[in-house]
Nanobody
Framework: DVQLQASGGGLVQAGGSLRLSCAAS????????IGWFRQAPGKEREGVSR????????LYTDSVKGRFAISSDNAKNTVYLQMNSLKPEDTAVYYC???????????????????WGQGTQVTVSS
């Protein structure tokens, strides 16, 4: 079974930093990508960033570009999201998810992702 475990959330002041981790397990020989998504109260879930375990390519939504950085430790099947210069509008539950790359590359649409982990709360105070 594919399992994803997100961790690293917490409370931080505006301008501060947090590092989220997503540990993935249960993948076999399939190509896949890991993405970070977030959902704030009353808002739709949105894609934040994605990294491919196939070619290492990365994607970011415009609102976090230049502030967040996604990376991976392939030996440990772990993805990190370094979040710097945090803003109150970054407050949300952050989820990691996996997309199987069978029909092409995965972008940042929630419907594209096949497996989801538990969220981790990120709260940024003003």
């Amino acid at each position: 079974d594919v399992q994803l475990q997100a961790s690293g959330g917490g409370l931080v002041q505006a301008g501060g930093s947090l590092r989220l981790s997503c540990a993935a397990s249960g993948f076999t020989s399939e190509h896949y990508a890991i993405g970070w998504f977030r959902q704030a109260p009353g808002k739709e879930r949105e894609g934040v960033s994605r990294i491919s375990f196939d070619d290492g390519s990365t994607l970011y939504t415009d609102s976090v570009k230049g502030r967040f950085a996604i990376s991976s430790d392939n030996a440990k099947n772990t993805v990190y999201l370094q979040m710097n210069s945090l803003k109150p509008e970054d407050t949300a539950v952050y989820y990691c998810a996996a997309a199987i790359l069978k029909l092409g590359p995965a972008r940042l649409r929630t419907s594209r992702y096949d497996y989801w982990g538990q969220g981790t709360q990120v709260t940024v105070s003003s």
